[in-house]
């Protein structure tokens, strides 16, 4: 069955770096989204990505984010000079359409952990 | 406003039986569709069932049905046969306006409940 696969599953990095969290979306699917879920609360949105652009963004996803479609594979969350409420579970998502009919396949996430 | 909550922080629900976890949800759109995630310890979020605000019947899905009463604006799930593999962190989500194709591509999520399974 295909899946959403992220990688890495665990990423430690010290306040103030740069961190890029990778996604390989379901091969069919045309819409990619980012989430986060910090330790204990609930899943929140970030960003939603199609046709290689920003569909729509969340106030969470400020200048410190950035998201890329960089190959025909790959879909990449980059954060900027991490800081400490930066640490989270980050999830990649993607579906074949936009409609409500279309549910969200989600990867297994990534822990950010900033030190 | 909330937009999904999820009253129940946590559940526990012997084996074999079935259990209700609550989710109502607050939107003035008409077009919406509601989504149930389970996450196991592990993290991962796993698809379970959907309902759309235009779906006439519940929607099942093996042993997980939806209990979809949109006068009062809830979308209870029902696990029937509970399995200790059930054990999990439960969510609602929501998805606005995505049948006129104007609408929101993000999933508002509840606070999730904690179904504990005992044997």
């Known amino acids: 069955e295909p899946e959403v696969t992220q990688t890495p599953s665990h990423q430690v990095t010290q306040m103030g770096q740069e961190v890029i969290l990778r996604c390989v979306p379901i091969?069919?699917?045309?819409?990619f989204y980012w989430y986060r879920q910090i330790l204990g609360q609930k899943v929140e949105f970030l960003v939603s990505?199609?046709?290689?652009?920003?569909?729509?963004k969340s106030e969470i996803f400020d200048d410190q984010f950035s998201v890329e479609r960089p190959d025909g594979s790959n879909f990449t969350l980059k954060i900027r000079s991490t800081k400490l409420e930066d640490s989270a579970m980050y999830f990649c998502?993607?579906?074949?359409?936009?409609?409500?009919?279309?549910?969200?396949?989600f990867g297994q996430g990534t822990r950010l952990t900033v030190v | 406003a909330q937009k999904i909550t999820q009253t129940q922080p946590g559940m526990f629900v012997q084996e074999k039986e079935a259990v209700t976890l609550d989710c109502t949800y607050d939107?003035?759109?008409?077009?919406?569709?509601l989504f149930w995630y389970k996450q196991p310890s592990s993290g991962e979020m796993i698809f379970l069932i959907y309902?759309?605000?235009?779906?006439?019947q519940n929607a099942t899905e093996g042993r997980y049905s939806l209990n979809f009463q949109k006068a009062r604006k809830s979308a209870n799930l029902v696990i029937s046969a509970s399995q200790l593999g059930d054990s999990a962190m439960y969510f609602c989500?929501?998805?606005?306006?995505?049948?006129?194709?104007?609408?929101?591509?993000?999933?508002?999520f509840g606070k999730g409940t904690k179904l504990s399974v005992i044997p």
């Open positions: 989500a929501m998805r606005e306006g995505a049948y006129s194709g104007a609408g929101s591509y993000q999933l508002t």
């Open positions: 309902q759309g605000s235009y779906d006439q």
């Open positions: 091969s069919n699917h045309l819409y």
């Open positions: 998502a993607s579906s074949e359409s936009e409609g409500a009919v279309t549910e969200a396949f």
């Open positions: 990505f199609y046709n290689n652009e920003i569909s729509e």
């Open positions: 939107t003035s759109d008409p077009s919406y569709g």
